[in-house]
């Protein structure tokens, strides 16, 4: 008696063929199979996804929603054309909540200032929600609305399962700006920035945190050409233009104990990854060297 075996072969793929038919960064995909979001088989040439782990990924594992909704239920989204967001969150969830009264002074305390002493990051100026809307969210929101070449509008919530959310309209497309349709590339890069230098500062006052999930977002990029916002002479010629309809997000995990200059090697990854969605391509030394002067001014 004869037994008949049939083996099945699966189609493999590499982190390159990943990010093709996703349609994001290469970095992207290798972030997500680092913190073991995407299953891969790691071999002497690099990674490799099982066809069979690929559609799990695309069909359920893959984190698709973003902070969007603490935007929508407010009806913010409506009146603006895009927002530049950022979004982190405790790799571990919690075991103890923070307190809402603590969290205003953990802000605060934690904040990002430039050279000025002016606070830059979280957003300045911003004003506590009525105490209704922060339980309904079981966090503290604080938002402000104000008139400059057209309206801008500044948000921040901070939950209390350690979730930080901020959000700014694109003063790109204020009136009097000469950069309307575009996404400032100066303006992204330091929020980023901002945004990793936060991390430590914040967290680590935090119970039981060690690694942060972060996220630069923008969230409506099609169409729209990238600008270098500055004064200073422009340092390519033509246009470079956003051609996916999905939202642009650069994703990290982050330790709290973080380095200033460690920070800015990241920031360094993070900006070939956002300049690639615009097909963009600057020399690495430009790159650096814009990354020191925001640095700089940030920091003073």
Known sequence: MFAIVFFVMETFYTPEEVADQLKIHLQTV?????????????????YRVSDSDFQAFIHGSRVTKTPEDYLLKLGIQKKYKGFRKTFMKPVKELTKLIPNYELDKLLEDASVRDHQGYRAFPLPGLSIMSEKQSREFDGLLLQKEIEFAGDLFFFAFASTKGELLTAESLWEDTESSQFKNSIGLLTSIGVMLRGLLFIPRYYSKIEGVREVNYQFIIDKPFGRNLAMDTNRPVIWTGEYTATTEDPIIIERKISISITQEE???????????????????IGDDIIKSRIEEIYKNVMG
Not at 263 to 281: I, P
């Open 263 to 281: 920070a800015k090697n990241l920031l360094f990854e993070m900006v070939k990854e956002f300049l690639w969605y615009f097909k963009c391509e």
């Open 30 to 46: 290798l972030s997500y199979i680092r913190d073991g979001k995407l299953k891969a088989v790691k071999l002497d040439k690099g």
